[in-house]
């Protein structure tokens, strides 16, 4: 069974999500950010998830960690909580 580890950024408009992600190309750290914007509680570790399987995330969020890049940032990501930036940290097949 597929597993993967990921980190997100949660925040509540599609502009704010979408600026988060240019400082992060432009050098800004992931997980300071995490810390500082995030509305989920994981922001407080950097925006880390831990490891989990399909089925465990909501289904727009399973779609890019399970087939988008690993190591890549991805967003805007809509879903029933907010606009999401996703990282996949690693994934098994």
């Known amino acids: 069974m597929a597993k993967a580890t990921a980190r997100h950024i949660l925040v509540d408009s599609e502009t704010e999500c979408e600026d988060l992600k240019r400082r992060?190309?432009?050098?800004?750290?992931?997980?300071?950010?995490?810390?500082?914007y995030s509305k989920c509680p994981s922001g407080s570790s950097g925006g880390d998830l831990g490891e989990f399987g399909p089925g465990q995330m909501v289904p727009e969020f399973d779609r890019v960690v399970f087939n988008e890049a690993v190591g890549e940032v991805h967003g805007p990501v809509a879903t029933q909580f907010g606009y999401h930036l996703v990282e996949v940290t690693s994934r098994s097949e």
């Not at 992060?24 to 500082?36: K, Q, S, V």
């Open 24 to 36: 992060i190309e432009n050098g800004d750290d992931f997980a300071r950010l995490a810390a500082e």
